[in-house]
């Protein structure tokens, strides 16, 4: 298995203020890990943080929360939540009454972890169960969603999550397979998707895009970081800052999309002389968006189609 390393490890804790040579930061403050994944960024966090800092790290798959567990056992400053992070803001009323929020932090999408054990059902490349779920002890699988789903569910869910041109081929290869013998393995649906796509970008497998629209679909991985995003709007203190590591064009798109509403006034009011109260931009957006440099894509190609956004929380209501 390949280890879990984090991305853009450095310009996320810039990103919160807690950088090696920044005091923008409250080192006594609250923060949010929102994706916990193996504690890379979860570590760093904490060692950027005082006696008198705390973390909450949330994740919604039972493995990174026994990670955590055996990582941090004797770690006092954090706090562990098996949770999707759309619930990120009932998790902090929960458990942090009233503490104000210095940061949030996203790093969005499947960890490599996950990907490695062919047990989970996210990868292509090796055989294991048509699983896909970040947590297994919630919701359907995909091999259950796929037997149920009709050709136009799956059509659509295929063009819009993956942006596959060949969706309708795919979605009617796996209609007509499943009638066959039901789809249980991910070498199974792998098969199928590479006789259903035609064509594909030179070294880039055939099942790529299937395989991630199904597993963002099965997860409503979309649906999360509008919730997770919202939720972070509203707990974070003026001048707490929101920083977002996407990996893909969807994911980015929707945080870009997020910061930009909320760092603007309404259009029909941007001309007033004054904002109303309740109206003024609830996010500045801070510096451009980061991607990995060359000495970290040299050591960790994942990071490759890395881009990392920052926002800092207004005085706004």
Known sequence: MVEHVPVLLDEALDGLGLGDHDDSGDRAGLYVDATFGRGGHTARLLAALG???????IDRDPQAIAAAAATFAAESRLQVAHAPFGELAALLHERFPGRPVRG???????SSAQIDQPQRGFSFQTEGPLDMRMDPTRGRSAAQWLATADHAEIRD?????GEERFASRVASAIVAAR???????????????????RTREPGKNPATRSFQAIRMHINDELGEIERGLAGALRVLAPGGRLVVISFHSLEDRLVKQFMRRESQPDPQLAKLPMLPPGYAP????????????????????????????????????
């Open 51 to 57: 006696p008198e800092g705390r973390v909450l790290a």
């Open 157 to 161: 869910v295929i063009s819009r999550l």
């Open 179 to 197: 009638d066959v013998e039901p789809l249980q393995t991910t070498a199974q649906l792998s098969r199928l998707v590479a006789g259903a796509v």
């Open 104 to 110: 949030v932090l996203f790093d969005l999408g499947v």
């Open 282 to 317: 609830r996010l500045d957006l801070v510096g451009r968006k980061h991607k990995a440099g060359d000495d970290e894509l040299r050591a960790n190609p994942r990071s490759r189609s890395a881009i990392l956004r920052v926002a800092e929380r207004t005085e706004a209501a």
